[in-house]
T-cell receptor, first 115, second 103 residues
Framework: GAGVSQTPSNKVTEKGKYVELRCDPISGHTALYWYRQSLGQGPEFLIYFQGTGAADDSGLPNDRFFAVRPEGSVSTLKIQRTERGDSAVYLC?????????????FGPGTRLTVL | KNEVEQSPQNLTAQEGEFITINCSYSVGISALHWLQQHPGGGIVSLFMLSSGKKKHGRLIATINIQEKHSSLHITASHPRDSAVYICRSRLTFGEGTQLTVNP
């Protein structure tokens, strides 16, 4: 079956621009997670949705970052006024129920480069 | 805040060697996950552990809940095992261990 997909796979933008990154989770998965991974580092938690609502957004670094999941399926991570430090691979994952022991299924990531 | 620490950060081995990667966490948890990340970013889950030991092929994972420590072992390592191995405790990931197995 289809796994988690993310689009675009690569995004190059200029400092100050607005970007949107999309995640299509596995059908039926209620939990969706966004992570950011810099080179040589482990993924860093950004935000977690349970259904349509953000259950935990404590990882968002500042108010330039925002994410939505209006119908409880597809999610969009939005970054305003991008900065060079935002360059990273943005990973999305989904899990069936969002429990502590749930396996998270990861998408291939979107590599964001801010020039 | 739960801190997750892995060691070593980098590991180079010869084909056939026994590999051990360690993970320590600071907050009591009910489950810990081991992941494998290949070049290009794809992450796959290897194990979810809540106690004891699990084995899958040449991979073995153990956890000691009281000591807040887990290990991932690879027996008879092979060049195709070369990847980054990451432990995860809920929403917190370790830094990863870059494993390179040389033929």
């Amino acid at each position: 079956g289809a796994g988690v997909s993310q689009t675009p796979s690569n995004k190059v933008t200029e400092k100050g621009k607005y970007v949107e990154l999309r995640c299509d989770p596995i059908s039926g998965h209620t939990a969706l997670y966004w992570y950011r991974q810099s080179l040589g580092q482990g993924p860093e938690f950004l935000i977690y949705f349970q259904g349509t609502g953000a259950a935990d957004d404590s990882g968002l670094p500042n108010d330039r970052f925002f994410a939505v999941r209006p119908e409880g399926s597809v999610s969009t991570l939005k970054i305003q006024r991008t900065e060079r430090g935002d360059s990273a691979v943005y990973l999305c994952a989904s899990s069936l129920m969002g429990g502590v022991g749930d396996e998270q299924f990861f998408g291939p990531g979107t590599r964001l480069t801010v020039l | 805040k739960n801190e997750v620490e892995q060691s070593p950060q980098n590991l180079t081995a010869q084909e056939g060697e026994f590999i051990t990667i360690n993970c320590s966490y600071s907050v009591g948890i009910s489950a810990l996950h081991w992941l494998q990340q290949h070049p290009g970013g794809g992450i796959v889950s290897l194990f979810m552990l809540s106690s004891g030991k699990k084995k899958h092929g040449r991979l073995i994972a153990t956890i000691n809940i009281q000591e807040k420590h887990s290990s991932l072992h690879i027996t008879a390592s092979h060049p195709r095992d070369s990847a980054v191995y990451i432990c995860r405790s809920r929403l917190t990931f370790g830094e990863g261990t870059q494993l390179t197995v040389n033929p």
